[in-house]
């Protein structure tokens, strides 16, 4: 069933705006993001280190802490406005009972970790310290040359309750997949900053992170990310691509970190923002929403995705899917 | 001065959206935006020509009426979120004194047109026709595959005065350019949708439109839409480009059409949405403002734009600025 | 054991040149050279269609004939200096047992057909009507741009045998495969014109066409390429790439035709024109001479060629190859 | 009047191959054509720095010689196949009367430096020490990435002179510029190697060194090496492009170095091999032979080149042509 976005929100969220992960060896997850990604270092500690991308003007999209244990996603971060939408969010989480909490993060502003209908960890910041663009330092960039964070990716055992939580806090669906001659969602695609997504659900064991992604600038920059990932030794890392998403329209490129947390490199999607224009449908058993062309993606990239700390992960609620392998091989 | 952006305006203005031209041979224009340019004619009739990009699901971001007398630039147009948007906005030139009208126009909805502070004449609209998106149409993909239009640069007598009106509406500042170590505004970059600019306007005798513009996917098909120009006869239309703009980091190509309107293409801008981001500040005397790199522009591309109907252009009210030919060329 | 090449030919061949098939459906395959590739139509007949890249000068490089029966390949065509070259090939072909006839084709100089050592159906001709370049009507660009033809590659049951043929005719090697740490070789790539291969032989059963190739300009035209055969309905056609080959450093892409003949597109390998740089050697074992990075080729891929008329085809020599599933499979 | 080429030359030329300069900061120019062009340095002396592009497999390519007295054009050189190339070369020039000696270079083989038809500094060798490729290191690709040496452009007093030498040896017109409804050459583009030129001569003050080019891999590397010459400091040392020249159809980008030495970088030109295509004539009143669109060169591009050691400057015999600033600036 489609989901009501909600016109009159009760805070204002922004954009996806950051992730932090787990990993086991920080010096070779910094080498990774840095050297076959092309992310910037923003600030490196012991236990942590922070990237941005070449045109954000923030501390960082993406962190790594060191962990002794299984590496984990550990928050998915979008930004609301102003402090003020902080507290908004704070009153709402409270009166409809999301769980919750305050903390205080280096680097960031006021910010607001809460879990949502699906069990995913995420977190809202209303600003981040203010760091310079790097975009025009064109003689530092490297492999992909990743221009900024863009959306996350998150497998759920319930596609249809995790997009009525984030339609309730009023991202809108652009486009989605749903089983066919029904109105099951299989997967959706939700945005707030007017392309067209920031948020994506579908359909599977969850909550898992799937991927987080950066645009690139065009495809000579995903093929030579393609090319710099096989001439460090990273080019069996590429689970998915170079290929076509019919959704979304999205030239991607996907590889694995070396704790096989997954990056989507792609070329940006189109605008999304008049409210006349429809979400897009596709059918489950049409092979093009997942790819226009190109190679099937391998099991990898169907079934292994990043894990949440201490939450549960729960079976789908359709079983009956193509996310089983036998649907999957049958389709290509 | 810089301007202060209204927090909480009094409508909701979404993204520049079309702009209206016209022109003295509808088939010359209509080949040279279908053919050089690689748009999609979207209807035609005898007397007006509706274009799209590629990407867009609209009916027209581009429209081209035949005239007899001198080609002009006739309106530029954004969108507002919603009727109820048109309804507000038309109070609010009520109460303020802006002149304005309501006007039907075919494959749109409510429309209200009127004149800023400066002259521009402008319109906005709340919705439009719906139609297919024809991005995954590759095989339809010409010249520089313009994908959707983005923004209006608008050469003005009073930037000061541009700038004021459009932040009272609730735009903002991205970056701008200064007479070097004063706060006298000489051209002003303002965006309501999500990156560098919707709506720029520069110093110089006005209100004249000085370009429209569209992104295209990548700098192969800027290159491109340069190699289809020159193959089909306008490659000296060109005035500037390809290069690199300092401001917005643009990569750049400016086109004359048969009418000398000016289009250009360009890669999309970098993502401006955090409140916190400070607007960039160029000094006047900083040639890297302009291009970071590449051959100086034309004298056709400083001192040429067009016209609005019955609308007289005064001169500047900056009178010693760089847009002189003699400090032109003293930069270069 | 590496051939021998000898450093005065009895002739002068000067590079790949021209190849034909049979197909069943002349309409079919003249839409999918013209459109899905972007291959010019020189001449079309009621029983053949002519082809050339949008750089040739000469009449085709490839020729498509009607056929009631199987589609196959025809002949693979390079060319030789002069008309004297010809009669010189004659000669050598008399004196050491070769078969060959000479024929009359339209729209060719003098030609002589012959089949190699290991059963290729082979011509050389001396000249071809001259026609237009149409490489600056960028205009007519259209999908992969293919630009000039470039190699072919053969299924051989002996590459021993193909390669010291072709060494003896003047083609020098330029990388080869062979099974680890002995002199089997699987695979040879032999130039003529100056880089890296015109012709390229291949353990497994043959003698079977497995593809030819024309060059694009870059990685954005093999992106589009793919993307028009997505729109056009032939995204499952890819059967392998984009990738890189760690031989040849070529980014390319397969593509079948409506009959199973396999085109390759790829943007041009590295010059190899001095003599003392020595060919590159590599391993079997070592999958990146394969690709560099990428996603394995499809089972069709490694399996599947175009056989020639009336020409048997024989089992591999070595039969202990990485070209079985088996070893494949493993290998990714 | 249109060259003879020799059909059987009396040595074995195979292409353009290594060029050396004199410049005054050996660092600061080492350091602009590794990190604004993209060079790899193969090798650093007190007193010399050698490069090579990434897929040349020879020691050097570019050799920078530091001076204390005006920079300068040292040696312009082409390769032939093999030792008794040279001498039979030498026994060429001591009968036609060639300035010639014998020289001991570091890193090459045999080598013979002489003087030719119009007084360039030129040399041929046969053979270079081996080093390996770089081009399957991706991750050391910077700014252009340029691949390889390819050809060099000499301005000359007296074109047909120079023209006739060369054709002389074996060297083929792929394409020239006459005097409109004449056979005055005015520009010659000469080949060897099997693509439009390895050796260009143009009408001007008398022998000078216009610039030496090195193919990129495509548009976006052109593009890129603009944005680091712009971010490096050098976005003033573009003296002309990007464009396309109708002549050889190179896309291409010139960069003046620290001493105003001219590089040039493009996109690779056509195949040139059949002997039945015939030469391309352009009438010097065309421009588009000069561009097929963009924005004029700059007058540094058209009035500066580096002069030889010794070496007397001749006024161009044919002295009414478009080489005047008059005639350029009419042009355009």
């Given at each position: 069933?489609?989901?009501?976005?909600?016109?009159?929100?009760?805070?204002?969220?922004?954009?996806?705006?950051?992730?932090?992960?787990?990993?086991?060896?920080?010096?070779?997850?910094?080498?990774?993001?840095?050297?076959?990604?092309?992310?910037?270092?923003?600030?490196?500690?012991?236990?942590?280190?922070?990237?941005?991308?070449?045109?954000?003007?923030?501390?960082?999209?993406?962190?790594?802490?060191?962990?002794?244990?299984?590496?984990?996603?550990?928050?998915?971060?979008?930004?609301?406005?102003?402090?003020?939408?902080?507290?908004?969010?704070?009153?709402?989480?409270?009166?409809?009972?999301?769980?919750?909490?305050?903390?205080?993060?280096?680097?960031?502003?006021?910010?607001?970790?809460?879990?949502?209908?699906?069990?995913?960890?995420?977190?809202?910041?209303?600003?981040?310290?203010?760091?310079?663009?790097?975009?025009?330092?064109?003689?530092?960039?490297?492999?992909?040359?990743?221009?900024?964070?863009?959306?996350?990716?998150?497998?759920?055992?319930?596609?249809?309750?995790?997009?009525?939580?984030?339609?309730?806090?009023?991202?809108?669906?652009?486009?989605?997949t749903a089983k066919d001659g029904t109105d099951e969602?299989?997967?959706?695609?939700?945005?707030?900053?007017?392309?067209?997504?920031?948020?994506?659900?579908?359909?599977?064991?969850?909550?898992?992170?799937?991927?987080?992604?950066?645009?690139?600038?065009?495809?000579?920059?995903?093929?030579?990310?393609?090319?710099?990932?096989?001439?460090?030794?990273?080019?069996?890392?590429?689970?998915?691509?170079?290929?076509?998403?019919?959704?979304?329209?999205?030239?991607?490129?996907?590889?694995?970190?070396?704790?096989?947390?997954?990056?989507?490199?792609?070329?940006?999607?189109?605008?999304?923002?008049?409210?006349?224009?429809?979400?897009?449908?596709?059918?489950?058993?049409?092979?093009r929403r997942s790819q226009v062309w190109g190679m099937?993606?391998?099991?990898?990239?169907?079934?292994?995705?990043?894990?949440?700390?201490?939450?549960?992960?729960?079976?789908?609620?359709?079983?009956?899917?193509?996310?089983?392998?036998?649907?999957?091989?049958?389709?290509?």
């Amino acid at each position: 069933m489609l989901p009501t976005t909600e016109p009159r929100p009760p805070f204002d969220i922004t954009r996806a705006s950051h992730v932090s992960l787990t990993v086991r060896d920080l010096g070779a997850s910094r080498d990774f993001y840095r050297d076959v990604i092309g992310l910037v270092v923003t600030e490196e500690t012991r236990d942590a280190v922070y990237f941005r991308g070449l045109e954000e003007a923030v501390h960082h999209s993406l962190t790594l802490y060191r962990t002794d244990g299984a590496p984990l996603a550990d928050r998915v971060g979008f930004r609301v406005a102003t402090d003020e939408d902080i507290d908004l969010a704070e009153d709402h989480f409270r009166r409809t009972g999301v769980p919750h909490r305050r903390v205080e993060k280096p680097f960031q502003g006021p910010t607001l970790q809460f879990t949502d209908a699906v069990g995913t960890h995420m977190e809202f910041t209303s600003s981040m310290d203010v760091v310079d663009r790097r975009m025009q330092e064109f003689h530092e960039y490297r492999a992909g040359s990743p221009q900024r964070i863009d959306h996350f990716q998150v497998v759920t055992h319930d596609v249809q309750a995790s997009t009525d939580f984030w339609a309730g806090l009023g991202m809108r669906l652009s486009e989605f997949t749903a089983k066919d001659g029904t109105d099951e969602l299989w997967g959706t695609w939700m945005e707030v900053k007017g392309n067209t997504h920031d948020l994506v659900f579908t359909n599977g064991r969850g909550p898992r992170l799937h991927h987080f992604a950066y645009t690139v600038p065009d495809a000579s920059s995903l093929i030579h990310a393609a090319d710099v990932a096989g001439s460090l030794g990273f080019g069996e890392e590429i689970d998915r691509g170079p290929g076509r998403h019919g959704i979304s329209n999205a030239l991607f490129l996907y590889l694995r970190d070396p704790d096989q947390h997954r990056i989507e490199l792609f070329t940006t999607h189109y605008q999304f923002i008049d409210l006349e224009a429809p979400p897009i449908r596709w059918e489950i058993s049409n092979p093009r929403r997942s790819q226009v062309w190109g190679m099937p993606a391998s099991r990898r990239w169907f079934f292994e995705a990043s894990e949440f700390a201490d939450e549960p992960v729960h079976e789908p609620l359709l079983s009956a899917t193509p996310a089983t392998l036998e649907d999957y091989l049958a389709l290509h």
